[in-house]
């Protein structure tokens, strides 16, 4: 399986991880940005001996939305509105092609997802690959009220300095909730319900 360019194998390997940790958690498990779906299939792949568990994939695929002051950085010039395009048929062709069972695929950009609607009632594990602050604020207020006991919530360019907007939505998260543990592994955040 050929992984996603937009993730290197060692954060995969995290993923993998910190998702076999929360396997006995009950909830599905969600994914915010799947872009074309290559991350979203390896936790399919992962998922499979947990039958009782759906995952869900949210993406705009219209590509990313306009930058905010808080994306701005002079190492980011190439994150430009509209990038990482793609569609959901493309995600839908790789479950096929991998044998894997279908996701639920949501279209729509985070701030329009109904949190009841949308979104499972309980979630045992959600990566957040959203890229721009107001794209990980949102995903987080999505699925925080959602995450089970012992759940965890994994956000992808914590340390990159292309996308400074992540750190800034995940810190200001965590000093509004300082009861919950966070982690670093692989520059990739971390939080512990």
Known sequence: MSYDSQIAQR???VIIDELAKSSDVVG????????EGDTSVILAREMQDQPDKWLW???SFAGLPPKTAADQSAAGWRFKEGELKASPDQVAHKFKKYKLPDPVIKQAWFDELDPVAD?????SFALLDGDFYESIKTSLALVAPKMQPGAKIIIHDYRNP???GSAK??????????????RLRAG?????F
């Open 11 to 13: 954060e995969i390997d």
């Open 28 to 35: 599905d498990v969600v994914e915010f940005g799947c872009y």
């Open 57 to 59: 994939l949210y993406d």
């Open 188 to 192: 990739l955040a971390i939080i512990d």
């Open 119 to 123: 979104l499972p009632e309980k979630i």
């Open 169 to 182: 939505a995940v810190n200001e998260f965590l000093s509004a909730n300082p009861e919950l543990t966070f």
């Open 162 to 164: 292309q996308l400074p």
